[in-house]
């Protein structure tokens, strides 16, 4: 993509708001990019002017894949080594034959990158993912990450992946959209956003037919509701004894991951597709056999902020488990 200085770069507000409704499923609270890569999730409105200055590098902000009601306007997927991001370039390939639009974009080129698929209309959580994870079972891609990473919002905002066309904050520089061929989609910035102001989207019959492949999901079981012991029965020492000893693990995960009988569920901190994270009532821990990790509700609850661009911190954590459960 041609050089272009940050603050020359103008676009007229009609563009702006076209490339917004691309990408942007609320405007209630956004992500904004912090100089190490990480994100902090603000709780004020998302204004155009705040997009704009991401356009011009002056800002870096983040995209949440669900609206506040759940729904997804776009499916994109994430590789992170040069041979997953490959991949998706021949998925890219295939769609192409298929007379399927889908959009390449460059994230970091010596990791990978992003391929985006606009929705004709919103789906549910739930069906864009279904969607997703059967066009990556078809090429033998399961394992790459796909966005939106929730069926439905249970708390928090959900998953996120950075605002396309902004200047990312750890590297200093504009990633672009190519083509499969690895030539630029369009050769300015300014191109680049009124091409993505206005993206093809996908055929509702072709959603309609990769949904009807997608096998019978294993049935979930509802867990029992979580009934919080009398303040008086909650003993410990410190705010983080006390948290672990008013509530088990199984009760306040089953609130946000779906276990079936077995205490199993898909993992909520990485793209699952095969019910890799279990709780175990009887030592009272949860952990992701697929590396994500284990542990307390402490934990739990720490890997879920940092999800959903909160901060992580323990003091951070345990304020906020304490206002919840104390």
């Avoid at 390449?104 to 010596?110: G, H, V």
Wanted: glycine share 8%; aromatic share 10%; net charge neutral.
């Amino acid at each position: 993509m041609s050089p272009e200085r940050r603050q020359k770069i103008e676009f007229a507000p009609e563009m702006v708001q076209a490339y917004a409704a691309t990408f942007i499923p609320r405007y209630d609270r956004y992500p904004i990019q912090k100089p190490d890569g990480n994100y902090l999730a603000l709780k004020r409105p998302l204004h155009l002017s705040i997009i704009e200055g991401h356009l011009k590098g002056l800002v870096t902000i983040g995209a949440y894949a669900l609206s506040e009601q759940s729904q997804a306007s776009w499916v994109c997927f994430d590789a992170d080594q040069p041979d997953d991001w490959q991949a998706l370039i021949g998925l890219s390939q295939f769609l192409d034959y298929e007379c399927v639009q889908s959009y390449l974009e460059q994230s970091r080129p010596e990791r990978g990158g992003h391929l985006w698929l606009f929705l004709p209309t919103p789906l549910p959580g739930v069906d864009a993912r279904r969607f997703g994870k059967q066009l990556l079972a078809g090429m033998n891609l399961s394992h790459i990450e796909l966005y939106p990473k929730q069926d439905a919002l249970r708390t928090g905002p959900g998953s996120l992946v950075r605002l396309p066309l902004g200047i990312h904050r750890l590297t200093g520089r504009r990633y672009p959209f190519i083509n499969a061929d690895g030539s630029l989609l369009a050769p300015t910035i300014r191109e680049q956003v009124a091409m993505l102001a206005d993206p093809e989207r996908m055929p509702k019959d072709y959603i309609t037919e990769v949904l009807n492949r997608v096998p019978p999901a294993e049935p979930v079981f509802p867990t029992r509701p979580f009934r919080p012991p009398p303040k008086n029965r909650i003993v410990g020492a410190t705010p983080s004894e006390r948290i672990k000893n008013c509530i088990s693990v199984h009760d306040f995960i089953s609130q946000y991951v779906e276990l079936n009988k077995n205490g199993k569920g898909l993992c909520p901190f990485h793209d699952d597709h095969v019910y890799s994270f279990g709780v175990n009532e009887q030592g009272n821990y949860w952990h992701c056999f697929a590396g994500c990790g284990g542990g307390s509700v402490i934990d739990f609850w720490m890997r879920w902020r940092k999800l959903n661009g909160q901060d992580d911190s323990f003091t951070a954590t345990i304020t906020d488990l304490a206002k919840m459960l104390l």
